[in-house]
């Protein structure tokens, strides 16, 4: 498989991952590049394009077998192997990413194993049957789970050293909720999640357009 | 004021105030495009381009006023409006968005200034000191306390209907976490935090590089 895939395909995956698996729920099992390419609003050339990174799914005039496809782009996207996680920092957004349906859940291979914080009284409590535990306990625990992925849901000041330590326990990707950016080594994947940006960049747009619009 | 603003360069409006933010708190009073770009890891020709964009901000030699600079572009992302905003679905991620400090701040303008939910369980609880009311009071409260701000944080199948009832009671802009695509006039501004499809963009980088280092 080549593996210069281009950023900008591997951020459309898991939106055609979530096309085909709404596909799949209705009992569709074949659709065309030009229906799919309706339903996502993008082009069928763009599908055709995108897909044929990873060897191409359809064959002429037949369509996609949306099962496959579903299978396929899970495993391109790592969902077939074990993808345990912990969460450091078990406030309420750590909480909710915890209890959160929509991606912990084992059919597509995410599982919370543990949570992570200082405040001895958070320290112990279950969130959707997963354990708060001491943050001093936690190299151990990556050691001896062989975590790889790690979601940080502290504050911004801490989040760099904390982010320091856990590359040199194992960690190879965090999924950051801190409104900060992350100087790690080009081995490691950061996923930000800048919730206040993104809410500003939605402000920037309202606002934009009430005044284009005089409506101010 | 240039309308024509392109959507990467409003991506990193809310950056540059980020970090202006930090400069604030550490007392720093001015700094050079230079200074501020290795910060910020970007180049310097970038950081004058996009600020010139809204009129520029700096004096030949002289470099960026922080504070000025940091009120300016809070402003261009509407900061300094009133940013009303309502929650709709109290489960945990909704109830973790209403305790978020990090926006939830007089500083920044938004305020989140009611929940709601159908479950019978969580209307008349409060989150934050915010109140959780019923959906069913939900176009009342839009309507007369004009609010143009609605975070989603509800199932999927739920999300395209009610968000289609909102655009008609006045919401203008939607942060939306319910893992669909809105379709909804193009008046209305959509954000949307698919916390998902992050995760296994992380999840495909991590096993890529694995797979690519032979550590498979």
Request: proline share 3%.
């Amino acid at each position: 498989m080549d593996k210069n895939i281009s950023p900008a395909v591997i951020k459309r995956l898991p939106r055609y991952y979530r096309y085909l698996g709404a596909l799949k729920a209705k009992n569709i099992t074949r659709i065309s590049s030009k229906e799919l390419s309706e339903r996502m609003k993008v082009t069928a050339s763009q599908i055709r394009q995108d897909l044929n990174n990873f060897g191409g799914f359809g064959q002429q005039g037949y369509g996609y077998n949306v099962e496959n496809l579903y299978v396929e782009i899970g495993k391109i996207l790592g969902l077939d192997k074990s993808n345990q996680m912990i969460i450091v920092g078990a406030g309420n957004l750590g909480q909710a990413l915890a209890n959160y349906q929509d991606f912990n859940n084992n059919s597509i291979g995410f599982q919370v194993i543990a949570l992570f914080d200082v405040n001895p009284k958070l320290i112990g409590i279950t969130v959707h049957g997963v354990e708060v535990h001491d943050i001093d306990d936690m190299e151990e625990f990556i050691k001896n789970h062989e975590i790889k992925i790690a979601a940080l849901t502290l504050p911004q000041d801490q989040a760099p050293k904390i982010a320091k330590d856990l590359v040199s326990w194992g960690i190879k990707g965090f999924w950051n909720f801190a409104p900060v950016d992350l100087t790690l080594p080009d081995s490691v994947t950061v996923e930000n999640v800048h919730l206040a940006e993104s809410l500003m960049t939605l402000t920037y747009n309202i606002h934009s357009r009430e005044d284009s619009e005089g409506a101010e």
